[in-house]
């Protein structure tokens, strides 16, 4: 079917490379002669793969032949549910058929040509290594029986840390805080490429990472320590090196979420936060790390929901601003590759505008993939009623296709869609990975406070051990509970560790507090964890009870480093109210005045692990008992809780045996 508009395929493809030349000329502050020559995106740095010759005739032969509801397909990312292809659960079916009028991924495909679909464990896509690679294969089968034959683009959001989809028996990583503490490129660059090699045994050849937003506020509801730090530098030099290392492997990285999110007091699942750097702190503080993802060849990248007026004063979140996409991300720093939304089903995003018109609005502020749109079929009919109406050129359209199926042709999907069963048992969760993910992770735990030299721990003298804290749910697949991780680990380590779990809630009840206390009694040292310490928690009187009793205490912040700043684990230069929570509307939060801190002869040490995942708890284990020495340094700066214009513990800080 051709459109009206462009009666011969051959004049809309040369208004199409048109297009696609003078954005690349646009794109290119200085541009050389050969630049200028171009009929499409500059070829990209040396981490991405150059289009060949073959795939530029394959790309724009499937163009010319593709439908204009087959090129608005492409655009979409969307969500599917069942663990199958073709014959998921009947609950996952009936959610199917509730939400997009089909029944299955390859019902979704035949009728939306989507050009991509996220896995997320939520819609039940996420069973085993070997369920995965089934349903990714069923996927592409479904979609190279189309007329129109273009493999679906597979994704998934697996940061690793606290954000991590696909579990056991894949190979648990670090995750972006913890390998800022290592400072190491190389880490970050082979914890990236063990990523990306896992995904693509599974199919899936997109990730949603790494996250380059800057950890600015330590508030941050959203971002925290899914940031690799607080130095954009650091940050921009880590996230370089995992570009590297998922592109490497065969999977495209998406850096996310620009222009930057890391200084929001708002969590933009759920609301709609404003940025009020200004344009030279933008430069200084959250460009650096998208600046290095681009000149390391990134594949994508991904917009965030938030308000940024010194890019934009409209009131616009950056999703749907052409002066941020269109304006910084593509002219001002040249990007050239994929612009991905945020998911569209975050209030972020739909706080001002309908479900059709928030995907219509993003692809003329410039972005390619429109990702998780709440209701596909009102968001599908609107961009084709949109191209229809003349609201979005169909040459536009052609623009993003173009863009994707580059990528795709980039990370080999033309060739070699498929997996198998023999590269899953060969790559997911291998011994060499898992080796490799632990002494990664032995190399980012931190030492913040070793009083009395408590830590390492002596076997002679501290055997008997009492793990307590809370057990908040783990990530997905991650291992868990905390208290029983720390626990076994311990005890393999020839300790006799017993473990005492406050609830999966982090705030533990006065009960479980006396019952730690009384536990403690009994212990040659005690081992407390935290998750989120704030002013008013009541994990502050667990920690100053255990301390109370005089039994030298480990603390171990399983999350946040920022919660030791809450917690009096300090005797150094008789003054022990460094750290405490002062006078004021936050003493006022905490209960019932806590204890004093310990005796001044009671040893006590805290380390931070970032996340509560396993491949972390078991360094720190590692750390406690001194099999490693702690190498860990801070990526962001722990200020006083009660002064937080004082930094209590600078970026780098961290001790060593």
């Excluded at 020839?494 to 403690?520: C, H, N």
């Amino acid at each position: 079917m051709q459109n009206p508009a462009f009666p011969q395929a051959a004049s809309r493809r040369a208004l199409l490379a048109a297009a696609l030349a003078a954005t690349a000329a646009a794109c290119s502050p200085q541009p050389s002669a050969a630049t200028r020559d171009r009929k499409t995106t500059p070829n990209p740095p040396p981490t991405q793969t150059p289009t060949r010759d073959r795939d530029r005739k394959r790309i724009d032969a499937l163009l010319g032949r593709m439908t204009l509801d087959e090129k608005i397909g492409q655009l979409f990312v969307a969500r599917v549910y069942g663990h199958s292809a073709t014959a998921p659960d009947p609950a996952d079916a009936a959610q199917n058929r509730k939400e997009a009028g089909v029944a299955n991924a390859a019902e979704l495909i035949a009728k939306y040509h989507v050009g991509g679909i996220m896995y997320v464990g939520w819609a039940h896509n996420i069973r085993d290594p070997h369920q995965l690679a089934a349903l990714s294969n069923g996927i592409q089968k479904a979609a190279l029986a189309g007329p129109a034959p273009v493999p679906v683009l597979l994704s998934t959001d697996q940061e690793h840390g606290i954000v991590t989809r696909i579990g056991a028996p894949a190979t648990l990583l670090p995750g972006a805080m913890a390998l800022g503490a290592g400072r190491s490129a190389a880490d970050a660059r082979t914890a990236a490429g063990i990523a990306g090699a896992e995904l693509a045994a599974l199919g899936i050849r997109q990730d949603y990472a790494p996250v380059a937003d800057v950890n600015v506020d330590p508030a941050n509801p959203v971002i925290g320590v899914r940031s690799l730090g607080a130095d954009p530098r650091a940050v921009a030099r880590l996230v370089a090196a995992q570009v590297e290392g998922y592109q490497s492997a065969g999977v495209a990285a998406t850096a996310k979420h620009f222009p930057g999110h890391g200084d929001t007091a708002v969590d933009s699942h759920i609301g709609l936060p404003v940025i009020t750097h200004s344009r030279p702190e933008w430069e200084r503080l959250d460009a650096p790390p998208f600046r290095a993802a681009i000149e390391a060849g990134i594949d994508a990248i991904m917009t965030a929901h938030l308000l940024f007026p010194a890019l934009d004063p409209v009131d616009d979140p950056a999703t749907l601003s052409k002066p941020i996409i269109t304006g910084v991300l593509r002219r001002e720093l040249g990007f050239g590759g994929v612009v991905v939304t945020d998911s569209l089903g975050m209030a972020g995003v739909r706080k001002k505008y309908g479900d059709g018109r928030v995907p219509v609005l993003a692809l003329k502020a410039g972005a390619d993939q429109l990702l998780n749109p709440p209701d596909l079929p009102t968001a599908w009919a609107a961009v084709r009623r949109a191209v229809r109406e003349g609201v979005l050129s169909e040459a536009r359209i052609e623009e993003s296709v173009l863009r994707i199926l580059e990528l795709k042709a980039r990370r080999g999907l033309f060739d070699a869609p498929h997996t198998s069963d023999r590269e899953v048992n060969r790559t997911v969760g291998s011994r060499e990975h898992r080796a490799t993910a632990d002494r990664i992770a032995e190399r980012t735990t931190t030492l913040l406070v070793n009083e009395g030299g408590l830590l390492p721990l002596s076997l002679s003298h501290h055997r008997k051990l009492l793990v307590v804290g809370p057990d908040p749910a783990a990530p997905s697949g991650t291992g868990g509970p905390p208290t029983a991780v720390l626990g076994r680990a311990l005890t393999a380590l020839g300790f006799t560790a017993e473990t005492l779990s406050t609830g999966t809630a982090p705030e533990p009840t006065p009960e479980r507090i006396k019952a730690a206390v009384e536990a403690a009694k009994n212990q040659d040292a005690v081992i407390v964890t935290t998750y989120d310490v704030d002013a008013g928690s009541r994990q502050r009187r667990l920690v100053s009870e255990l301390a109370a009793t005089g039994v030298p205490l480990v603390h171990v912040a399983i999350r946040n480093p920022y919660d030791v700043a809450y917690l009096n684990l300090t005797h150094g230069n008789g003054n022990r109210s460094t750290n405490r929570v002062g006078a004021g509307r936050a003493a006022e939060a905490a209960p019932a005045a806590a204890p004093d801190a310990a005796p001044e002869a009671v040893p006590i040490a805290s380390l931070a692990t970032y996340s509560w995942t396993d491949v972390e708890l078991r360094a720190a284990a590692r750390v406690i008992a001194g099999r490693v020495n702690p190498r860990g340094r801070l990526p962001v700066p722990v200020r006083r809780a009660d002064a937080p214009h004082r930094v209590l513990y600078p970026r780098g800080h961290g001790l060593s045996y």
